[in-house]
């Protein structure tokens, strides 16, 4: 049974940072995409962030374009997201995903939460102002 299973988050005033990890279980995503998503009250699920397998190619939000950062040590087999000069309107349950398929894809393929197959149960992340 493939398990993705989230960390790191936490209660942050703004401007402060955290760093998000997602370890997979079940299986090894190193040839595959995978990337992170967030709901916040009342919104729909919303992509974040994605890693390709092979090329290691990112893909961002631009809400999040140039304060958070995707990354994926395949050694250990865990993908983070480092979150820096965080806002309030990132205050949400951020869900981390991976891709069944170890083809690259273009970005946008990415940004659809119907793209990915496997899904972590979310991890909170708190923003006061």
């Known amino acids: 049974q493939v398990r993705l299973v989230e960390s790191g988050g936490g209660s942050v005033q703004a401007g402060g940072s955290l760093r998000l990890s997602c370890t997979p279980s079940?299986?090894?995503?190193?040839?595959?995409?995978m990337g992170w998503f967030r709901q916040a009250p009342g919104k729909e699920r919303e992509f974040v962030a994605a890693?390709?397998?092979?090329?290691?190619?990112?893909y961002y939000a631009d809400s999040v374009k140039g304060r958070f950062t995707i990354s994926r040590d395949n050694a250990k087999n865990t993908v983070y997201l480092q979150m820096n000069s965080l806002k309030p309107e990132d205050t949400a349950v951020y869900y981390c995903?991976?891709?069944?398929?170890?083809?690259?894809?273009?970005?946008?393929?990415?940004?659809?939460?119907?793209?990915?197959?496997?899904w972590g149960q979310g991890t909170q992340v708190a923003v006061s102002s």
């Open positions: 995903a991976a891709d069944s398929s170890p083809w690259e894809y273009t970005g946008t393929h990415y940004y659809t939460a119907r793209s990915w197959d496997y």
């Open positions: 079940g299986r090894t995503f190193s040839r595959n995409a």
């Open positions: 890693i390709s397998g092979r090329a290691g190619t990112t």
